[in-house]
């Protein structure tokens, strides 16, 4: 049988964090020895093992939830989990494709020259071939931020809001959704334009990568458990196979 400590120590644990995770359900019910203690077998070892792979794909409040739906014996309930975070790295994988298409435009295309000011929304939706209306359409969206005239209010864009709107004319007519092309233009305003944008792109996709493969290692992970797992709610036993480490 298996102590906290030994658990704790073959994932650089403390023991606390391995007591934590049974009493939240993220590993299944440990036997209790007469005077108290908590007596983990193998296929504890196993639950960690495929908790630790999870949270690197998933990360640790998913990781929790696929874990104790398996514990409850609600295997659809963790796959459906399982299924949403493959959906918002596949988001993720077309957000960043948006913007790597949106970037080599903005980065091989010259801009025209800009003076300071900023200007009015008709002058953004003249310029764009748009409706003034669809301009505040993106606004609602999130994809565009102009500042209000604080006499007037009425709407003002500065020449990075005029940036930001071209770039968002550009994405929609390639057929990209709003919530995408918002995302695009916060990456653009968080890096501060699209050239040095532009040389972190390899990054980003090197951690989506990096993302799905560990998905593909806690995958495995977790139908390792599956395969010895107890029944939901029932503390594990001595009659489970088991192994003791020395101290």
Do not use: C
Request: charged share 25%; hydrophobic share 40%.
């Amino acid at each position: 049988m298996y102590r906290p400590i030994d658990l704790a120590r073959r994932h650089g644990l403390s023991a606390q964090a391995v007591r934590n995770y049974e009493r939240e359900g993220v590993l299944p019910p440990a036997e209790r020895t007469p005077n108290g203690y908590r007596r983990f077998s193998e296929v504890h070892v196993k639950a960690l093992s495929a908790f630790l792979a999870l949270i690197v794909g998933h990360g640790h409040a998913a990781s929790g939830d696929i874990m104790r739906a398996v514990n409850r014996g609600e295997i659809d309930t963790a796959l459906r989990t399982i299924d949403q975070s493959h959906g918002l790295l596949q988001r993720d994988r077309e957000t960043l494709d948006a913007v790597e298409t949106a970037v080599a435009t903005l980065v091989g295309t010259k801009p025209p020259p800009q003076s300071g000011a900023a200007v009015p929304i008709s002058v953004v939706a003249h310029r764009l071939g748009l409706r003034p209306a669809t301009l505040r359409k993106w606004e609602l969206a999130g994809v565009l931020r102009p500042r209000r005239d604080p006499e007037t209010r009425h709407r003002v864009y500065a020449p990075d809001d005029v940036r930001d709107a071209e770039l968002a004319h550009l994405l929609r007519r390639g057929g990209y959704r709003l919530d995408h092309i918002a995302a695009v233009l916060r990456q653009v305003r968080d890096a501060g334009g699209a050239e040095p944008l532009a040389g972190s792109l390899s990054q980003w996709r090197k951690r989506l990568t990096e993302r799905g493969r560990a998905m593909l290692t806690g995958a495995a992970r977790l139908a390792d458990y599956l395969d010895t797992r107890p029944h939901p709610g029932r503390a594990l036993t001595s009659d489970a196979k088991t192994t003791t480490l020395s101290e």
